[in-house]
């Protein structure tokens, strides 16, 4: 029996969500005269496409349509329940445009799977938009700030202000959110917050509740299962959350009247996504603010070159201290030479691997009865060599890539070792990581000292020569999925890797920062910047000097970076790479896309590409070390990467070229062997 038509609008117009990019578009599907009160724009449907059944979202309903032939009836409407706002759908185009990606991949990003219990459940009666918090704001915490008290002013007249904000160290930076937060709804307006781990969401979603009542803040994360993020994800799209806490892909949460979009530490490798069109957190935070003309506020302790391209161009204010009150409330930083090793007499020292000044720094704050912190670069054993004398990493003689030894736990293939030879390090040859060649003969590059060996040593053997070299001193490791969120104030040793220090009550009394090399030396665009994010990251912990806190870092003090460490500048140092990548053209001053994939398909992409008049071609090169393969490539194929750069006012015109010619390809069934990236974010 042939369905009757819906009288009112009896077409809606579908983006199905199929995974090949030249379906990218909206088709039209009659409308059921039952289905017409649920089929509304933004609810999920099922629809027929080629014989078989797909998810797709309503995205209007209409009297007419511009196709030529026979509609296809609306299979089945799945929810009631509008899922895709109309302020999401403009987010996702943008993203999608902005990414050079398409639709239906943004969308599965964006709106989580549908979960049919949780849908029926009662929905809990909206909140008024204006909920008190518990104490009024008090605006001393931002006045310590340039422009920090008229921010704060801004956000409770619900004027669109933008900054980026440097932290303090030892400035408890969820206090200052939930301060902004509170002000935004106090105006009337809601509140999305993004930070790039669990602990920071439960760190932010305390400060919160402390300031707004607790049933208007939901928090989002990957942690939750399926039922329970659903159900706040809900609670954010029926109006009864006036703030929304998450991670990366929080960052679509259907909040209704947004007024502000906090960032946190957008440096951090978290806040890239890894899945098409791999958009970053803090680039789909400015769309969302710039189309709904609300707030924005980016921090952290230390600055990326993005956030200060922000800054330059006039779209962001910055708010940071005076330099009497920075050199106040950080703590003493030295900087020295490992090079001291050799020449040290404490027994103790050698085994720990710290020379004497970090030795006695240590000592000194556990003898006050403080904590101290030590951050290695990784968790394991051996990953890089390095000369003994002058530091210079160990690089192949044929790729000029790092020389590392490999892990014969990881490989139980691999033969047992040949005695001591040239080219030999405990037992072990030494392997380039890019090309794989061994290594004949080991000599440093930079002063022919045959004295090379491994320099990196992750927490675990480091906690174990500290504990010889502090009998007595608990030692706390904390790295990978045995991370200790707080400690004591009391003397202890805590050993962590970048991201897993935990909190010290009192702060610690000092830190040693270990490894240097294995952060500065990485072949990176961003190692700079994200070694002293790391380093700042951990300092901050610290005491300020007139409470005796000190922080030693192995390295060369003249590094520009160490510097900015000892004058604790990040806008200073952020000033300095952006101006570095505008003159040799890296991001942020212009847009790089990478394609990777076999030669063939990537020349057939680039062939079909309309590029931008201001367009270089780079490479193509090998694919990077460390960057995983695009899907569907055979593992005996070898894979390339091209890098075509852009100024960027051409950039969208870039990312609307290579979606149409990955469309052509992907109409060619060719479409897997090729991934395109925008801006990505490691480009080494």
Do not use: N
Request: net charge positive.
């Amino acid at each position: 029996m042939t369905p009757r038509a819906a009288e009112h609008e009896p077409i809606a117009r579908v983006l199905p969500l199929l995974p090949v990019p030249h379906l990218d578009r909206d088709f039209d599907y009659l409308v059921a005269a039952e289905q017409s009160d649920d089929a509304q724009p933004g609810v999920r449907v099922r629809v027929r496409f080629h014989g078989r059944l797909v998810d797709g979202f309503v995205l209007e309903r209409r009297t007419d349509t511009d196709h030529a032939g026979k509609l296809g009836w609306l299979e089945r409407v799945v929810s009631a329940e509008p899922v895709l706002t109309a302020e999401i759908r403009r987010l996702v185009d943008a993203v999608a445009a902005r990414y050079a990606g398409t639709r239906a991949d943004v969308l599965r990003l964006a709106v989580p799977a549908r979960h049919a219990k949780v849908e029926r459940e009662p929905a809990p009666a909206a909140l008024p938009l204006v909920v008190a918090p518990v104490d009024p704001v008090d605006p001393a915490g931002w006045r310590i700030y340039s422009r920090g008290a008229q921010f704060l002013s801004a956000l409770a007249e619900a004027r669109a202000a933008r900054a980026v904000w440097q932290a303090l160290p030892g400035e408890l930076w969820a206090d200052r959110f939930a301060e902004a937060a509170a002000e935004t709804v106090r105006a009337g307006r809601t509140v999305l917050g993004i930070v790039p781990d669990q602990r920071d969401v439960e760190l932010l979603w305390r400060a919160v509740t402390s300031r707004i009542d607790e049933r208007s803040v939901v928090a989002l994360s990957a942690g939750l299962g399926p039922a329970a993020r659903y159900r706040r994800w809900l609670a954010a799209l029926r109006g009864s959350a006036r703030v929304v806490i998450g991670t990366r892909s929080a960052v679509f949460a259907p909040v209704t009247d947004l007024g502000l979009v906090m960032v946190w530490d957008d440096g951090d490798d978290s806040m890239a996504e890894p899945r098409a069109p791999y958009p970053h957190a803090r680039e789909v935070a400015m769309l969302r603010a710039h189309q709904v003309r609300c707030a924005a506020l980016i921090g952290g302790y230390a600055r990326t070159a993005e956030a200060h391209a922000l800054v330059c161009s006039g779209w962001a204010h910055d708010v940071v201290a005076v330099r009497p009150v920075v050199r106040a409330r950080t703590p003493r930083v030295v900087a020295l030479d490992d090079r001291g090793y050799e020449d040290e007499r404490d027994p103790a020292a050698r085994s720990a691997r710290l020379p004497s000044v970090a030795m006695r720094a240590a000592r000194s704050a556990l003898q006050a009865g403080a904590p101290v912190l030590v951050q290695v670069p990784r968790r394991g054993y051996v990953p890089s060599l390095a000369c003994g004398r002058c530091r210079a990493i160990a690089r192949c003689r044929y790729c000029t890539g790092p020389l590392s030894l490999p892990d014969r736990a990881d490989d139980p293939s691999r033969p047992a070792p040949q005695p001591r030879g040239p080219g030999m390090v405990g037992g072990r040859a030494a392997v380039c990581r890019w090309c794989g060649r061994t290594e004949a003969a080991l000599r440093c590059s930079r002063c022919g000292s045959e004295a090379v060996r491994a320099v990196v040593v992750g927490a675990r053997r480091t906690a174990e020569e500290l504990g010889r070299a502090f009998p007595g001193t608990p030692v706390i490791t904390s790295a990978g999925d045995r991370i200790v969120p707080h400690i004591a104030g009391h003397p202890a040793l805590a050993v962590a890797t970048p991201g897993a220090e935990p909190r010290a009550c009192g702060g610690y009394g000092a830190a040693l920062l270990l490894d240097s090399w294995a952060l500065l030396g990485r072949q990176d665009l961003r190692a700079a910047e994200d070694t002293l994010r790391r380093w700042m990251t951990a300092s901050a912990l610290v005491r300020p000097r007139g409470d005796g806190g000190v922080v030693v870092v192995v390295a060369e003090s003249s590094i520009p970076t160490v510097q900015a460490l000892i004058r604790w500048d990040p806008v200073g140092h952020a000033d300095a790479e952006l101006a570095a990548r505008t003159e040799v053209g890296l991001p942020p001053s212009v847009h790089i896309a990478a394609v990777d994939g076999p030669a063939d398909a990537v020349t057939a992409l680039l062939a079909e590409t309309q590029l931008p008049g201001g367009a270089d071609l780079l490479g193509p090169v090998d694919l990077p070390p460390g960057v995983r393969r695009p899907a569907g490539t055979p593992p005996d194929v070898a894979v390339v990467r091209m890098l075509v750069r852009v100024p960027r006012d051409q950039g969208l015109a870039l990312a609307a070229s290579l979606r149409r010619a990955v469309g052509v390809l992907s109409a060619r069934q060719t479409h897997s062997l090729v991934r395109v990236q925008i801006d990505p974010l490691h480009v080494g």
